[in-house]
C-alpha cells in the first residue's frame, strides 16, 4: 500500500477526477504556502503523484511536471540525443517519421497531457491511412519505428524528470509480417555465376554470396581493407543512400557489423584478377586524358568514383535476365550465403557473426526456416526405422532414461 503524504490530501470531483494537495512549506520571498496540486484518475494515482512530488521537491527539483509540448520535446531528442549517438541516416529516418507522422497528429500536446490513448490512436489512424500517396496505411514496421521514437523520446524525459512516467508502456502494437526469405538454390547459383562470369561486376557479385556482407558494406571496401595473403576481408565502413538521396562513407549498422570475414580460394583468385583489370582500365583513363578519382575503392565507376548504391540493383537485375533466372533482390545474395550456412549446420553463432547481426535472436529469427530439399533429407534419414525388415540402429538401443 502507499503510504498517506503528510500534510497532504485527496479529494473526488464530480467528474470523477481525483485531486491531491501537499503543504510543503512556505516561499521565502513571497511567505506564501508552497502548496501545489496534482490530478490523477483514482485515488491511488493522486496520492502517488503527491510523493513524487515530495521527492522533487526534496531534490531541489522543479514541482510540477514540464508545459513543453510533446513535438518540441522531440526535435529536442533529436539534436541532443539521437543526432550524437547515432549513424546520420539513423537520425533521418527518425526525423523524416517525427516531421511527417508524429508531429502534425501530437506536436502541440503537453508532453504531461500526453496519453496512450494519444498514442494508440496514432499507430492505428497511420496503420489504416497514413502514406502520404493515401493509397493505404503505413506498414506495421514502420508504425512499429513510430513507437520506437515515441517511446526513446518519452523514455529520455522521465530520466531529466521532465514527466513522471512513459505513457507508450501502454500501447498495442500491429505485428509485423516477416517477408518471405527465397535465397537461390545452389543450382541457381552456379546458373547465375556461370552466365555473368564476364560482366564487369561479376566480381561483386561473387564477393556478395560467398560472403553474405552487405551491399553498402561492399560498395564502402577499400583495397587495405582487403588481406589477400590470409584470405580476409575487414569490414570497417558503409557506403550508403541517405533519405535526401545523397550518398555518404559511413559507421557499419551495428558494433558486430564491424568485422572480419574469410574469403573462398576463389574469391581471392577472383579478386586479384579483379584488381589486376582496375589498375588496367586506370592506367588507360589517364593516358586518354579522362579524369580519374582515385579512392582506393574495391568497386567503383570507371572514373574512380563510388557507384550510387541503387545502381547496383540495376546491374543485378540485368544480370538475372541474362542468366534466365527469376527476380532476386540485391538483399538475397545476402540470405543467400547465410541460407547456405544453416543448411549445412553452421553454429547460429558463427553466422551471426558472418553477417555482423547485433545480436543471435536476430539470427534466429531470420534464418531458422528449412529450405526446401532440407526436409526432405531430415525425414529421409528416419527410414531405417521404419522399414519392416530393418533392425534398429544401434544408436536406438540405449535406454534413454538410463
Not at 497531457?113 to 496514432?122: G, M, V
Not at 537461390?184 to 547465375?192: A, G, H, L, V
Amino acid at each position: 500500500m502507499l503510504k498517506k503524504v503528510p500534510k497532504g490530501s485527496v479529494r473526488k470531483f464530480k467528474n470523477g477526477l481525483y485531486q491531491g494537495r501537499v503543504m510543503l512549506g512556505y516561499n521565502p520571498e513571497t511567505g506564501r504556502e508552497i502548496r501545489p496540486a496534482v490530478y490523477g484518475e483514482s485515488e491511488r494515482e493522486a496520492w502517488k503523484k503527491l510523493e513524487q512530488v515530495i521527492e522533487r521537491y526534496e531534490r531541489g527539483q522543479p514541482l510540477q511536471e514540464s508545459r513543453v509540448k510533446f513535438g518540441d520535446w522531440l526535435n529536442h531528442w533529436l539534436e541532443n540525443h539521437v543526432k550524437i549517438k547515432n549513424r546520420l541516416t539513423t537520425w533521418e529516418n527518425y526525423k523524416w517519421a517525427v516531421d511527417t507522422h508524429i508531429n502534425p497528429a501530437l506536436g502541440k500536446i503537453n508532453l504531461k497531457d500526453l496519453r496512450a490513448s494519444h498514442l494508440q490512436t496514432l499507430y492505428r489512424e497511420k496503420l489504416e491511412n497514413g502514406r502520404d500517396d493515401a493509397k493505404g496505411g503505413l506498414s506495421a514496421r514502420t508504425i512499429q519505428l513510430i513507437h520506437r521514437i515515441c517511446h526513446a523520446a518519452l523514455e529520455q524525459a522521465v530520466r531529466e524528470d521532465v514527466i513522471y512516467k512513459n505513457v507508450s508502456h501502454n500501447v498495442s502494437l500491429p505485428q509485423k509480417t516477416r517477408k518471405e526469405i527465397l535465397p537461390m538454390s545452389p543450382e541457381q547459383i552456379k546458373t547465375f555465376l556461370t552466365a555473368n562470369r564476364e560482366d564487369p561486376l561479376f566480381p561483386a557479385f561473387f564477393i556478395l554470396i560467398s560472403t553474405g556482407m552487405r551491399r553498402g558494406e561492399l560498395l564502402g571496401l577499400k583495397w587495405p581493407d582487403i588481406d589477400l595473403d590470409n584470405r580476409t576481408i575487414f569490414i570497417q565502413r558503409s557506403w550508403v543512400k541517405s533519405r535526401t538521396k545523397t550518398a555518404q562513407f559511413s559507421e557499419p549498422k551495428t558494433k558486430k557489423s564491424r568485422r572480419i570475414v574469410p574469403l573462398l580460394d576463389e574469391g581471392v583468385a577472383v579478386l586479384r584478377q579483379h584488381r589486376l583489370q582496375q589498375q588496367h582500365d586506370c592506367d588507360e583513363r589517364i593516358a586518354k586524358g579522362k579524369a580519374y578519382s582515385d579512392q582506393g575503392l574495391v568497386f567503383c565507376r570507371i572514373d574512380g568514383a563510388p557507384y550510387y548504391p541503387a545502381t547496383l540493383n540495376f546491374y543485378l537485375e540485368k544480370a538475372l535476365q541474362r542468366a534466365g533466372l527469376p527476380k532476386f533482390r540485391m538483399h538475397d545474395l545476402r540470405h543467400t550465403f547465410a541460407s547456405l550456412m544453416v543448411e549445412q549446420g553452421t553454429s547460429i553463432k558463427v553466422v551471426q557473426e558472418l553477417l555482423g547481426h547485433a545480436t543471435v535472436q536476430m539470427t534466429l529469427d531470420t534464418y531458422t526456416h528449412v529450405l526446401p530439399g532440407t526436409k526432405a533429407e531430415a525425414v529421409e534419414k528416419l527410414q531405417d526405422y521404419f522399414k519392416a525388415d530393418s533392425k534398429v540402429p544401434e544408436q536406438a538401443k540405449s535406454d534413454p532414461l538410463n
